[in-house]
């Protein structure tokens, strides 16, 4: 297939999509978006800046987005773009993967930098978790690629007509309901300061001890994924790492965590991390700024306090 | 009716080595059935104990995936078979390459209504195969599935979203990823490991498949190890903790951290 210079965006009824646009951008100078979902997540998408949208119409009720993933991949393989950007989460994937088996591409993920050569794109991307970084030029057709969606963008530009594709959605899942969640998520990639902990915490109630340095520190609460997985004492969205948030706050704690490469690739951008464990031999102590090595629960209480405490 | 389960026979990239040159170097790290894929197994043999279909357990990548612990390993949690493509040719295979072959074996097993799928693998963590293997198929996608059980004419599916738990009715064939959470696996037992033995594992060879072919290449240009971040590394003694605290928050007030 010959792949042009455009590059499309694909949308799974997700408006947040301010990080595909950027991304589109330094790859070509006019950004086609292919979105499933409602009216309203196409509108958004015009507002966030596109050059053109193709919408694939109103869902019927209770179709899942997931179902439009062959209807989005036929309309991306009939434009050929040089590369087609989907979000790297939930029914992003779904996109992404309808689209990489049509095109018979590889999905390209974990991406650090685009950039375009002549007719070709070059990606670099951290791989196996993040212990190595490679850089691949694309040839033969499209680069596929999922990246972090973004926000939601104010209103920018002109804005351009919704152009309705007809579609075909699958009609084997029907959504039946929702029960929400009870928090609203949290933001932790604005936090300047974040106090995690992990399975070194020997019951829920102890969590107190660590929401009380939080407090003291004025940071946000985050864990590693077992406590937020395995035990369910905090939120999922509150897991730092692969699986979870990728944060760079100023200060990060890290407390009875053992430092895991899947929990610390999502704090590799942090200022200062500090660590405190009982083991001295913690793979943490070997990534950290400042560590005590000690039991939390002597060490957490005395650390609020000496926070409490006038310099 | 055939429920299959795609897992990975991998290594824990924390155990790799990676060379100065960014090439990363996995002889001494030993691969096991992927972190999260038991969940897969799991949820697989639950449904089917329920409706009598059989659970096979597929696998695909180089010729190391095939060897006797990885098949005991695969067959004693809760699959009835099991087949495995393994290559060399494989070697390094990218996402789409993989779900590639392993739409043709699920074609070729035949009678498969339901792919089940863990969250992500330990060594590419990418969550991507099993969504590409639903649009190699042509089925419908779903991943962060936290539960499935038979329904009239279907599958009652529950998935774990940011907005909260989405409950759907699947009548078609489809591949679901799971959460790593959405049970927990069963611990193979003495007899669960005795039976592996017993049970029938197919060997696929590529040639015998009809794999559609890349289209698409990547060259790579350079590798690199990531830059290791200079951490301090100031380690405190908290066995006096009031004067360990003391040391540390003196020391991030100095620093204008706190
Ligand atoms: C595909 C994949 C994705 C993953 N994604 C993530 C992810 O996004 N986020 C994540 O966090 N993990 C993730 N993991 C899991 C990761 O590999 C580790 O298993 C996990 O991070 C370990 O959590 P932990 O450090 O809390 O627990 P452990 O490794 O069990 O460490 C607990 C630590 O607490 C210390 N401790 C015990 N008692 C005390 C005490 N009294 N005082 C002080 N210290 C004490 C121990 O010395 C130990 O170091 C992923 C794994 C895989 C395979
Ligand atoms: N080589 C493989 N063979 C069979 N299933 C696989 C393979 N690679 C990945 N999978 C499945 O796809 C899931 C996601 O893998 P990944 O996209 O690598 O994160 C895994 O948890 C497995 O269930």
Redesign the pocket.
Known sequence: MNASSQTWIVVADDPAVSGLVVAARILSAEVTAVVAGRRATAESVVAAGVDRVLWLGEPAEGTPVEAYAPDVARTVAAGAPGAVLGSSEGAGRVMLGAIAALLQAPGLSGVTALERDGNQIGVTRSVFGGIAERRDLVTGGTAVIALAGGEISDPTGLAVPVEEVTANALTTGRLTGLRPKEKAPVNLRAARTVVAVGRGLKAKDDLALITDLADAIGGELACSRPLAEGVHWIAKDRNIGISGQQIAPELYVAIGISGQLQHMVGVRDADVIVAVNSDKDALIFKQCDYGIVGDLYTVVPALTAALAAKP | MTIV??????PNPQDAAVRSEGTVDFTRAKSTI?E??PV?FELARRVADSTGAQVVG????DAS?DTSLARKAALSRGLDRLVIVADDR?VG?D?TR?AA??ATVVRRIGDVDLV??????V???????????AGQLGWLGLNAVSSVSASDGGYAVERDVPSGTVSMVVTGPAVL?TTADAVLPRVPGMKDILGAAKKPVEVLSLDALDVPSAQVTLTTLSTSRPAAGNRQRVIIDGSDPTAAAAELVGALRAAKVL
């Open positions: 389960v795609a897992y990975k026979w991998a992927s999260y894929d897969a597929v696998t695909v990548g995936i494989l295979a996402s993989l072959v392993l089940l799928a863990g969250e992500s693998s060594d590419v963590t990418e969550g991507q195969v099993a969504m590409t293997l990823a």
